[in-house]
């Protein structure tokens, strides 16, 4: 049984914080997914990773296949990147959800 | 483009009834997927659907059922519901087969079981 785990659950930083998000995952998976979900419940796709990393603006995610490790990274943080962000592992025909950490950044 | 919509937003139900959930997917995808997410959690895959047929499922009893159109918009039908329905449901469409690209979500519908 695939289990994706998260780390921290909760994250409170500083305006301008570089900020890491990790998700590990226990069995091989064919794609990884990052999402942002704001307060309401809407969820936006971020990234999907099966190898190497990928940047887009502030946002940085990276995948670790044989140690089953992916980060997500965001450089100089702002309020509005407060959300909750969850990886989502695609195991062949399964998508599993991690239980998402909740980022709070001060201005 | 409108993106995935979802409707009713909120909807508060008895337990014992059966509730509709609709999904129109993004404009060009063909498959829809739905979610359940619980509060404080993280979502849990219900089923997909492709070409008017389920594909793939998760661990949901059979009081949880779907439908597509052949316009590729879904419905979501719980049956006999309990407290612990009470939940977010989240519809993604994507182009081709589950998060095999990258899947669109609404804003789900906030489902009440009282």
Partial sequence: KNEVEQSPQNLTAQEGEFITINCSYSVGISALHWLQQHPGGGIVSLFMLSSGKKKHGRLIATINIQEKHSSLHITASHPRDSAVYICAARESDKIIFGKGTRLHILP | ?114
């Fill in chain 2, 1 to 114: 483009d409108a993106g995935v919509t979802q409707s009713p937003t909120h909807l508060i139900k008895t337990r014992g009834q059966q509730v509709t959930l609709r999904c129109s997917p993004k404009s060009g995808h063909d498959t829809v997927s739905w979610y359940q997410q619980a509060l404080g959690q993280g979502p849990q895959f219900i089923f997909q659907y492709y070409e008017e047929e389920e594909r793939q499922r998760g661990n949901f009893p059979d009081r949880f059922s779907g439908h597509q159109y052949p316009n590729y918009s879904s419905e979501l039908n719980v049956n006999a519901l309990l407290l612990g329905d009470s939940a977010l449901y989240l519809c993604a469409s994507s182009p081709g087969q589950l998060f095999e690209a990258e899947a669109f979500f609404g804003q789900g519908t906030r489902l009440t079981v009282v």
